[in-house]
């Protein structure tokens, strides 16, 4: 294998619990050394209130829509 390869195994967590494998420390280290996301993070409270907010402004569409049709086929 080459050195990239090897690099990105090295802290494969399926690997993780090979002796020998990892320093002591070493994956602490990795982990610190890692870049902070948190800005792309979504929660689903969020994504539940949007699926919410599509679904009602459909219903109150088609429950308009709906009324019209009744009226005008009297």
Same mark, same amino acid.
């Given at each position: 294998? @080459?050195?990239? +390869? /090897? @690099?990105? !195994?090295?802290? @494969?967590? %399926? /690997?993780?619990? %090979?002796? *020998?494998? /990892? =320093?002591?420390?070493? !994956?602490?280290?990795?982990? =610190?050394?890692?870049?902070? &996301? &948190?800005?792309? !993070? &979504?929660?689903?409270?969020?994504?539940? $209130? *949007?699926?919410?907010? +599509?679904?009602?402004? *459909?219903?109150? *569409? $088609?429950? =308009?829509?709906? =009324? $019209?049709?009744?009226? &005008?086929?009297?």
């Amino acid at each position: 294998m @080459d050195r990239e +390869s /090897l @690099d990105r !195994l090295r802290f @494969d967590r %399926r /690997l993780q619990n %090979r002796r *020998g494998w /990892l =320093a002591p420390g070493e !994956l602490e280290r990795h982990v =610190a050394a890692l870049p902070d &996301t &948190t800005d792309k !993070l &979504t929660t689903l409270a969020d994504q539940e $209130a *949007g699926a919410a907010a +599509s679904a009602e402004g *459909g219903a109150a *569409g $088609a429950s =308009a829509g709906g =009324a $019209a049709d009744g009226a &005008t086929r009297r």
